[in-house]
Nanobody
Framework: QVQLVESGGGLVQAGGSLRLSCTTHGGTFSRYTMAWFRQAPGKEREFVSAITWSGSNIYYADSVKGRFTISRDNVQNTAYLQMNSLNSDDTAVYYC????????????????WGQGTQVTVSS
């Protein structure tokens, strides 16, 4: 049984930073494409960023480009999302997702999901 466990969410002032972590338990982490999605109240779940198994290909939503950085550590079985210059539009539950295949930006492509971590940005 593969489990994804997110951490690092919280309350931050606008302009501040947070780093989210997603640790995989079970499975072969190094084979997974890892991604981050987010869902704000009343909105659809939206793609934030993704990284292929080797880290050689990285993708970002336009709304976070230049502010967020995705990375992974295949020894620690952990993916990260460094979020800088946060604003109120970034307030959402952030979900880590994984799938053993090519990278994608739609939630339906991903087989494995974490429980989510709340990020709240106060203005």
């Amino acid at each position: 049984q593969v489990q994804l466990v997110e951490s690092g969410g919280g309350l931050v002032q606008a302009g501040g930073s947070l780093r989210l972590s997603c640790t995989t338990h079970g499975g072969t982490f190094s084979r997974y494409t890892m991604a981050w999605f987010r869902q704000a109240p009343g909105k659809e779940r939206e793609f934030v960023s993704a990284i292929t198994w080797s880290g050689s290909n990285i993708y970002y939503a336009d709304s976070v480009k230049g502010r967020f950085t995705i990375s992974r550590d295949n020894v620690q079985n952990t993916a990260y999302l460094q979020m800088n210059s946060l604003n109120s539009d970034d307030t959402a539950v952030y979900y880590c997702a994984a799938q053993p295949g090519r990278v994608g930006t739609v939630p339906e492509l991903y087989d494995l999901w974490g429980q989510g971590t709340q990020v709240t940005v106060s203005s």
